[in-house]
């Protein structure tokens, strides 16, 4: 890339007169090397990770982001068949929810597992353990049907529903 004075950058012929090394260390100008025109182009060209990038960016309302990215995804393949060495990846929002995603799906398990040991090791007793844990799906659904209904007042209200299940035999 080069960036001419202003004084010497007032036409396309001044970039057509630069003067361009040749292999034999000549100068000659670039107009006679290259063909100098206006072209529309890209205002900006982003880079990252040393590639070109193009950001398309919208809001999505009345859908949830998962089901409009998966559209589009079927719409692009579809439709577009990239050259090679040209791909689409999805951020902002889905790519947050995809790795929310990701850890809750270990983190779920594992507290659901350490719920069931910790009532094992208070009560001694698998069928006891057994029987407080399976009652914490039913007092799931008991915190989370208000807020289908639109009833539930914060996020933190069906996880104070969820309270009294855990702590109820002590």
């Not at 080069?2 to 010497?8: I, K, M, T």
């Not at 689409?88 to 594992?110: C, D, H, M, W």
Request: aromatic fraction near 10%; charged fraction near 15%.
């Amino acid at each position: 890339m080069v960036r001419l004075d202003s004084a010497y950058r007032s036409s396309i012929d001044d970039v057509g007169n630069l003067m361009v090394p040749t292999n034999t260390d000549l100068q000659v100008p670039l107009a006679q090397v290259a063909t100098v025109s206006y072209k529309l182009g890209a205002a900006q060209i982003s880079r990252e990770e040393g590639k070109r990038r193009i950001v398309i960016g919208f809001n999505v309302s009345g859908r949830d982001v998962e089901s409009v990215v998966t559209d589009i995804q079927k719409q692009l393949a579809t439709k577009i068949q990239l050259p090679s060495g040209y791909y689409f990846t999805y951020g902002g929002q889905f790519q947050n929810l995809k790795e929310a995603s990701e850890r809750l799906s270990i983190a779920v398990p594992v507290s659901l597992l350490l719920i069931f040991v910790l009532l094992y090791f208070t009560f001694h007793s698998f069928k006891q353990a057994g029987l407080i844990f399976t009652a914490i799906p039913m007092s799931a659904i008991g915190a989370f049907l208000p807020c289908c209904s639109g009833a539930c007042l914060s996020a933190s209200a069906p996880a104070l529903a969820l309270l009294p299940c855990l702590v109820w035999p002590y």
